[in-house]
């Protein structure tokens, strides 16, 4: 496994165990607390990332597969640097669409977990393997990885628009998606411009 998708992966499990031991003060000061909350710091714009549901192993388990099975495709791709700082791009543009729309329905709890980074590493992966094909249970057939990654993003649009799965931050998700997004017309149009 590459070196940063390893330590990424590491530094997750590791925080994990330590919430096992004592959750509250983890979760008070590196948990994404909404704005109007007091709790707010701005090292959360990152640390979130790195927290996950102490009760949930299925929380942290599926995040953490997601990254050794795509991050290390798109480490290899992009080399270690490179793929940590769109990671990172991603965690913090899911933080800030979170907390626009925690402003916005008055949302006091506190968000945690690598999805938003996780969902921007789905769409780099599509992006740039899009005919790579992925087994998807319970789906019987294997799909494009572009078709998973769109079908996927529409599904969390529709839940965080119809609010139908309450405690999951689809906005969050839909962040990462676009900082990912972004982060990617960035460096292309940087590219074009240099040349």
Partial sequence: MPRATRTLILINVAVFLLEQVDPGDLLRLFALWPLHSGAFRVWQLVTYSFLHDPRNLTHI???????????????????????????????VAAALTQLAV??????????????????????????YFPRQRLFIIPIPIP??????????????????????????????HLGGLLGGALCILYWRARRRFAS
């Fill in 102 to 127: 925690q402003q916005v329905g008055g949302v006091q709890e506190e968000t945690l977990g690598a999805s938003g980074g996780i969902f921007g590493v789905l769409l780099a992966f599509a992006w």
């Fill in 61 to 91: 388990f599926f995040n953490m597969f997601a990254l050794y099975m795509f991050g290390r495709s798109l480490e290899q791709y992009w080399g270690a640097r490179r793929f940590v700082i769109y990671y990172l791009v991603c965690v």
């Fill in 143 to 172: 799909i494009p990885a572009w078709l998973f990654v769109t079908v996927y993003a529409l599904v969390e649009l529709f839940f965080g628009v119809t609010g139908r799965e309450q405690g999951v931050a689809h906005f969050a």
